[in-house]
């Protein structure tokens, strides 16, 4: 997937460890973009790398061009929807019981987007 045209792989660390502490994978075509995934491990959350992963996606999206990105939230995923409204995306559509969990009903999709230049990258 990496190696395909318009794709773009991120990680994210901390000074005090070697390893990637986050990391994200997005995919441009034509004026559009798609954060594909995003995450961050458990013990690093709320420290700023989401938003730093963002950022950098958002500040490439623009370097090439894109006029939206878009992506896709769990509607039970409250952090990732916290982080997402900070810069800027906005919610334009869903996708009923898109997300399959054990044992239980499906969980909506929600279907995220941001116009690059609008509240992203400049309030980091």
Sequence with gaps: MLTEPGALGLAAGTPEDAGPAGFAIVRAVGDEAEI?????????????LGRTLVAAILAHGSA???????????????????LY?????????????????????????????????VGSADSI
Excluded at 64 to 79: H, M, Q, T, Y
């Design 36 to 48: 594909l995934t995003l995450a961050v491990s458990p013990q690093y959350r709320r420290r700023g």
């Design 64 to 82: 090439r061009g894109c006029a939206r990105i878009f992506l896709e939230v769990a509607e039970d995923n409250r952090a990732a929807h916290d």
């Design 85 to 117: 409204h900070g810069q800027g995306f906005e919610l334009v559509g869903r996708r009923a019981g898109y997300y399959r969990r054990a044992g239980g009903p499906g969980i909506d999709a929600m279907v995220l987007s941001c116009r690059l230049g």
